[in-house]
């Protein structure tokens, strides 16, 4: 079976997903593209042979689609999925699932009351080959009882309609995820820290440096650094300090240079030059899944709800500096 997928926004990632469909994913073709931009609907259609529409909830209900591809800007993602169980395609879902975890429950409800997992929700840092090896060092209990993480999301820039609040709702959701991913745990208590100094590459609008204080349900203490005009380069650090020993993410480059001027290794630029694999990994695993016509698995909408649950407690410490607690409901028997 070829999986026919319909794409909602046709952004950067966006159309970096639809490159990947192109070239390296198997068992699916692009049949249907959207954006609320009819000229790049249509000349993104025409390039990939695929119908173009600029109305979600058209293509969603459209014969031409089998499952659901959502790439569009986070206040859109609600009424999109919803749209998609109502017409009975599974969905991935690029991050965050919603801005708030008041609008993820009715997605959750939603999904409860169909009875079955119908969504993925792109939190590609699961697929990430560094990523699984810290996790599967914690879990074989090669580092001895955790203690301490050390995180750092570092961006070469931002554009200027980054705002201070998609620090945490866009930049630390990654970390926050990967949090639970790692430990197997919940996040009970945030905290944003705002330096006195900031970066002078940072528009005037926007504090960075920030740092975000996270503890877990067994008392593990993460720090995170967003660190968004670094200027230098796409920068993710993860360091999981055990009582045994210490495990950290590697550089990540392919190879090593040695001249006059040094020893070098090069540094992304971009999420999708550091996740490339993730990212590929992610989509032909719901492709798969799709085809085979198995329940979604992978990052779920819980997992989207429990993250908008910390998120919404950082951006109420982002005003007041307070430490906030993170209070989360039972979960669901569909997802555990």
Not at 149 to 165: D, K
């Amino acid at each position: 079976m070829t999986v026919k997928i319909g794409v909602i926004g046709l952004g950067m990632i966006g159309r970096d997903h639809l490159k990947r469909f192109h070239t390296v994913i198997s068992g699916a073709q692009i049949s249907a593209v959207c954006d609320i931009h009819h000229a790049a609907a249509d000349a993104v259609a025409k390039e990939y042979g695929a119908t173009a529409f600029y109305d979600a909830e058209e293509m969603i209900y459209s014969d031409v689609v089998d499952a659901v591809f959502i790439c569009s800007i986070g206040p859109a993602h609600q009424a999109q999925i919803l749209a998609a169980f109502k017409a009975g395609k599974p969905v991935f879902c690029e991050k965050p699932l919603t801005p708030t975890a008041e609008e993820s429950q009715a997605i959750i409800n939603a999904e409860v009351k169909a009875g079955k997992r119908l969504l993925q929700l792109g939190f590609m840092r699961r697929f990430d080959p560094g990523y699984q090896a810290l996790k599967q060092a914690i879990a074989a209990g090669e580092l001895g009882d955790i203690m301490l993480i050390h995180c750092a999301h570092r961006n070469p820039s931002v554009p200027e309609s980054y705002t201070l609040e998609m620090a945490i709702n866009d930049s630390a959701t990654h970390e926050i995820d990967i949090i639970r991913y790692l430990l197997n745990e919940n996040i009970s208590t945030v905290r944003v820290d705002i330096p006195r100094k900031k970066t002078r590459r940072a528009l005037p609008h926007l504090q960075d440096p920030l740092m975000v204080i996270f503890e877990t349900e067994s008392g593990v203490r993460i720090d995170d650094e967003l660190f968004v005009n670094c200027h230098y380069g796409y920068d993710i650090r993860c360091e999981v300090i055990g009582e045994n020993a210490i495990a950290a993410l590697t550089e990540q480059a392919l190879i090593n240079t040695r001249s006059v001027h040094g020893n070098a290794q090069h540094i992304t630029q971009s999420c999708m030059e550091r996740f490339a694999t993730a990212y590929d990994r992610e989509v032909q695993h719901f492709v798969d899944n799709v085809a085979a016509g198995r329940d979604m698995s992978g990052p779920s909408s819980w997992d989207g709800y429990v993250v908008a649950l910390v998120c919404d407690a950082g951006l109420a410490s982002l005003k007041d500096g307070e430490t906030h607690a993170v209070v989360i409901p039972e979960q669901p028997a569909l997802y555990r």
